[in-house]
């Protein structure tokens, strides 16, 4: 039997502080297993998801200078594709073998855009070599004031040790042809990161799970209060140890049924050893990309270039 052992890391960032988050991403990559194969981390983890988008009140007024101080500390602690700290990153998916799948908040050191951040999603092989670079196709609702507008490019998945593995942020998963476009490159592990895996993310992963007739790793991350940034002032009803994001993560089965429950209000490694076997034993009744998919009807096609 192929056992594939991966894990869930559901811990805060040290948040809108790059070099804090790092920091963090060292202890918790030196605390893991060598046998490990996979590690996943949420929504723009590296360095913080701004789920205060949706909690401070002015956060969509005019020229309102809170929220620009807010977005020029998210940009300083933004990371580079081609920075030293992703290749610090990708250094410790090389020390431990490990491939590292990373939500992070992405900005362009050089050329058009260098005024955006892109909400992104980074595939890491076990050699240290970025293997997929994901960008959020659509922000999500007050998101857009943040994030740029992503693209079809990194709309696949890696393989490593025989295992296929892809991945998509949040909202994504509600999106039929960026599915259907996933399903396509024959994904075995997906990786699904949201901010917090309440019900309503359950059930799309679960879905995902089912359709694609894969594992699913839905991973949400912790944040509390305390960690809105300091120019933005949240209602007085807002207690500093109340939770913005509790976690929930979990590891669904092709089936759609839960292997790893979901895990609430509290930080933690959440590990599991997957048999691969699995896959192939569902896809007998259900392969959306094969006999179950009606290529004589409908016409698919990505546009994979990098706007």
Same mark, same amino acid.
């Given at each position: 039997?192929?056992?594939?052992?991966?894990?869930?890391?559901?811990?805060?960032? =040290?948040?809108?502080?790059?070099?804090?988050?790092?920091?963090?991403?060292?202890?918790?990559?030196?605390?893991?297993?060598? =046998?490990?194969?996979?590690?996943?981390?949420?929504?723009?983890?590296?360095?913080?998801?701004?789920?205060?988008?949706?909690?401070?009140?002015?956060?969509?007024?005019?020229?309102?200078?809170?929220?620009?101080?807010?977005?020029?500390?998210?940009?300083?602690?933004?990371?580079?594709?081609?920075?030293?700290?992703?290749?610090?990153?990708?250094?410790?998916?090389?020390?431990?073998?490990?491939?590292?799948?990373?939500?992070?908040?992405?900005?362009?050191?050089?050329?058009?855009?260098?005024?955006?951040?892109?909400?992104?999603?980074?595939?890491?092989?076990?050699?240290?070599?970025?293997?997929?670079?994901?960008?959020?196709?659509?922000?999500?609702?007050?998101?857009?004031?943040?994030?740029?507008?992503? =693209?079809?490019?990194?709309?696949?998945?890696?393989?490593?040790?025989?295992?296929?593995?892809?991945?998509?942020?949040?909202?994504?998963?509600?999106?039929?042809?960026?599915?259907?476009?996933?399903?396509?490159?024959?994904? =075995?592990?997906?990786?699904?990161?949201?901010?917090?895996?309440?019900?309503?993310?359950?059930?799309?992963? $679960?879905?995902?799970?089912?359709?694609?007739?894969?594992?699913?790793?839905?991973?949400?991350?912790?944040?509390?209060?305390?960690?809105?940034?300091?120019?933005?002032?949240?209602?007085?009803?807002?207690?500093?140890?109340?939770?913005?994001?509790?976690?929930?993560?979990?590891?669904?089965?092709?089936?759609?049924?839960?292997?790893?429950?979901?895990?609430?209000?509290?930080?933690?490694?959440?590990?599991?050893? *997957?048999?691969?076997?699995?896959? *192939?034993?569902?896809?007998?009744? *259900?392969?959306?990309?094969?006999?179950?998919? $009606?290529?004589?009807?409908?016409?698919?096609?990505?546009?994979?270039? $990098?706007?």
């Amino acid at each position: 039997m192929h056992l594939m052992k991966v894990a869930i890391a559901q811990f805060a960032p =040290d948040h809108l502080n790059l070099s804090g988050t790092i920091d963090s991403l060292d202890k918790i990559m030196q605390s893991l297993d060598e =046998d490990i194969d996979l590690i996943t981390f949420g929504e723009t983890w590296l360095s913080g998801y701004p789920a205060w988008i949706d909690h401070y009140p002015d956060v969509a007024r005019w020229d309102h200078e809170p929220v620009k101080e807010s977005f020029l500390r998210m940009h300083d602690n933004a990371i580079a594709v081609d920075s030293d700290e992703m290749k610090h990153v990708q250094d410790l998916a090389a020390q431990k073998s490990c491939t590292i799948v990373i939500g992070v908040n992405e900005k362009v050191s050089a050329g058009k855009g260098q005024g955006t951040i892109y909400n992104s999603l980074i595939t890491i092989n076990k050699k240290g070599k970025i293997a997929n670079h994901h960008r959020k196709l659509m922000p999500t609702f007050s998101e857009k004031l943040l994030y740029g507008i992503g =693209d079809g490019k990194g709309l696949s998945s890696i393989e490593e040790e025989n295992v296929k593995i892809g991945g998509l942020i949040c909202w994504e998963h509600w999106m039929p042809l960026t599915r259907q476009s996933m399903h396509n490159s024959g994904e =075995d592990v997906h990786v699904a990161v949201w901010p917090t895996v309440h019900e309503k993310h359950q059930i799309a992963s $679960r879905h995902y799970a089912f359709e694609g007739r894969c594992y699913v790793l839905a991973v949400g991350q912790i944040m509390k209060v305390s960690q809105v940034p300091p120019e933005l002032q949240l209602p007085e009803s807002y207690n500093e140890d109340d939770f913005l994001l509790n976690g929930g993560s979990c590891i669904i089965a092709p089936n759609g049924e839960f292997v790893v429950e979901p895990i609430f209000d509290r930080e933690e490694l959440i590990v599991a050893d *997957l048999p691969m076997e699995v896959i *192939l034993k569902e896809r007998l009744t *259900l392969d959306t990309s094969g006999h179950y998919q $009606r290529n004589d009807v409908f016409q698919f096609e990505v546009n994979k270039s $990098r706007s």
